[in-house]
C-alpha cells in the first residue's frame, strides 16, 4: 500500500475512533437501562392488596374476605406481573414492640404465594403512619418502634429472593394538612427513610442488595418532595432503590367537585405534568419509579362517583402515558375491582384498558352516552371518536352487526349514526334503548349507550334534614352535577370557592327510589332562613333550578317546574328507606412513542456520518499543508 493512501486511511480510522470513543456513551445511554430500571418495567402492570392485611382490625374487618391462594393466583393470571401488600404492624406489636409471629408467618404465606405465582412484591408498612405521625411530639418513641418493625421484618424474610422489595412508609405525614411542609417534617421523613435503609442492609442475607422503596411526604408528587427526597437517594449511593409516590388524579375531577365531570384537557394535563415531572426527576437520572397507588378519589365514598365513560378515558391515557415514560403503575384495589369471593373484575372494562396499556393505547370516544328527547326529528347523529392510532373495524347492537352506509358512515375520525338506525331502536319507554359496541383494530371494545329520555321533573317537598332528597323523575336522564348559590349572592355549602358541589359528600342520585339525596352534612353547612338556589346539571344537557331553604330541622323545597297532572306519575311512590330503615409548564404535547431501536440506529448514522464528515477534512487539511510544503 502506497504511504499516500495509508496516511488517508489511517486518518479516517483514528478520526472514527476518537468519534466513537466520544459518542459511545451516549449510544449505550439511549439503548441501555439500568438493572433497576429493567426490575422496575418487568413489574408493569402491578395491583395492590388494599384492605386486607392493612386493616387495623384483622384481616377481614373492612369487608374482604381471608386472601387465599386462588385469589393470588387469580390476579396472577390477569397477567399482573407485580403485586404491592399493605401491612398495618402497629396493632400486632406488644409493649416491647414485637411483632406477633402468628402474623409474621400469615404475611409470609401471601408474600410466597405471590413469589410461587412468578410476581414481583411489594411489602411495606401502611397505616402505621397514623402513629408515625407523632413524630413531632415523640421522636424517639416513634423511630424506636419504627426500628424495632423493621429490624424483625427484615430479619424474616432476609432470604428471601430480590423479587421480595421492602417499601419504607405508606403516605408518611405530621399533621392534619396533607399539604403543609416544613423544614422539621423533611427532617423527620429523613430519619424514617434512612434509619430503614441502615436497618435493611445491615440485616444480611440478600438484604445486602434488596430492592428498596422510599417515598415522599404523604407520597405526594409535589416539585419539592420530590427534590427533597432525590438528594436522600443521592447521599445513599446505592443502586438498588425505588422512588416511589402516589397519583388519583387532577383533584377536581378525581372527587367529582367544581363542575370537574368530564376527562378533559385539565386533566389530561395534570397527568403529563405529574409524570414528566417524576422522569425529569427521578428517571433521567437513573432511579426508577414506581406509583405505587392509582386510581380516583371518588370511589372511597361512591364507585360510581365519576361518569364511567370518564373514568376509563383517565385510566387508559395514564396507564399509557407512564408506560411511555418506563414508569410502573399499581392499581389501588381495596375489595372495589376485582371481586374476591367470586375472583372476578366488577367493571370488566376497567381490566381491559389497564390490561391493554401495557402493549398500546385503546380507543375511546368522547362520550359513552348518546342522549335523543322523545318527539325529536330525528337526525344522523355524530359521535367523536378517539382513535389513538387504532381503526374501527365493526359496530354491533346485541347479535346485529350494523352495516356501513346504511346505518353508520365513517369520516375521519366521526362516526354518524344514519337517523334510520336510530329510529328502530327508539320505540318503547324511557331510558336505555341499546348498547352500541364499537370493536377497533386493537384494545378493547368501547360501548356506547343510546338513551331515550324527556326533561326530568322535580317535585315539591318538605322533610327534616336527616332525611331530605329531591322527589324526582328523571324519564331516562342522569345526573352529571349540582350547583348551589344564595339567592341573595354567595355560594352555599363547601367548598366556598365554587357552586359547583361534591358528588357523594353533597349529593347522591338515586335512580332507583327516584329521588336525589341532599346529604346532612351539605343541609348543614347551609345558613338558616337564607334561600338557596340549586341549579341541576344532566347529562343530556338540561338545566333545571330548584330552591330550598332550612328552617332548624326542616328543610322546604320548591321546584321551578310545573306540578304534575293527574295522569303524571308521582316520582315520590317509591320512597328511598332512611338509615334506620335500611403548572409551571408549558402545555404538554400529547407524545409519540418511539422504538428504543430506532434511537440506537440514528446515533450510529450520525457517528458514522460525523466519522466521514471529519476524515474527510483531515484529508483534505494533509494535502493542503503537503502543498504549501511542495511550494516552498
Partial sequence: MKRKTFSKVAGILITLMILFTYLSPLATRAEGKSKMQTYVEDMQPGWNLGNSLDATGDERSWGNPLTSKELIDAIAEQGFKSIRIPVTWGHRM??????????????AEIVNWSLDAGMYVMLNMHHDSDWIYNMKTDRTGVLDRYRAAWTQISDYFKDYPDKLMFEAINEPRFDEDW???????????????TSFYQIVRGSGGKNKTRPLVLTTITSGHAIDRLRRLKDTIDELKDDNIIATVHYYGYWPFSVNL???TSFDDQAKGDIETTIDRLEKVFVKEGIPVVIGEYGLLAFDDDIDGVQAGEVLKYFEYFTYYTRLKGITHMLWDNGQHFDRNNLVWNNPALYETIAHSVQGRSSNAKSNLLFIKEGEDLEDKTIDLKLNGNELVSLKIDDRQLIKDKDYRLEGDKLLLLKDLLASLLDGDLGLKAKLECSFSSGP???IEIIKYKTPLLLDVRRTKDSFMLPTKFN???LKTLEAVYLEGGNAGSPDWTSFKQYSYAFTPSYQYNNIRLTEDFLNEIKDDKEVLLKLHFWSGEVIEYSIIKNGKWIEGVSSQEAPGQNEPDPTSTPEPTEDESKDEEEPKEPQETKQGDKSLLIWIIVIILGVIAA???IVWSSSKRARTVKK
Fill in 94 to 107: 406488644n409493649d416491647d414492640n414485637k411483632i406477633d409471629p402468628d402474623f409474621l408467618d400469615r404475611v
Fill in 179 to 193: 399539604g403543609r411542609d416544613t423544614e422539621n417534617y423533611f427532617d423527620y421523613l429523613y430519619d424514617l427513610n
Fill in 258 to 260: 367544581g363542575g370537574a
Fill in 445 to 447: 371494545d368501547w360501548a
Fill in 476 to 478: 331516562g336522564d342522569r
Fill in 616 to 618: 474527510t477534512a483531515l
